[in-house]
């Protein structure tokens, strides 16, 4: 076994572990959720929701070229474009539950027609102002695509979530 085939090892053993201990359902040894947000991490701890595949090689890191796997989502740094905030009574335990906790969308697919969406804000700032006067948490989210594509503003005057976003962890 090479440096290549013993590093990927150890990666996949890791994120297999992870996984296990979430007790996620898996598909060909992956969490079903993953392949949802492709992120890959090296053996150097590089995290990255791109990939070099070879046919010799297999996955590779894009900035060291070596063996990587994919693992949790949560794990990577978003571009800044596609972070926001929100605002909620307590999503703590869901993302202590579960590797994937969705800030709802406006009422398309299926869901209530009249519902306008999650509330949403460019800065934690803003975020916390409103939080504070509601008694709520704030927690960072990642939007599905930019502001102007995922965010409109409502007759309340806040803006609202047109699509569902990834809550990634509470900042306040």
Known sequence: MDDREREYTILKREQSELARELGLDLFLGVPDLWYEHFTVVCIRGHVSRHVIRSEVHGDMCPECMR???MCQPSAVEIPLSLA???IGRDYDQALAEHPIVRKTGRGDQGRDPDYPGGWV???QEEA???ARELGFK???IELPGDWSECCYL???GIHHLLHDAVILERVA
């Open 121 to 123: 804000w460019r800065t």
């Open 67 to 69: 063996p990587c796997v």
């Open 138 to 140: 704030t927690y960072a």
């Open 128 to 130: 916390e102002s409103a």
């Open 154 to 156: 409502g007759a309340d």
């Open 84 to 86: 926001a905030y929100t």
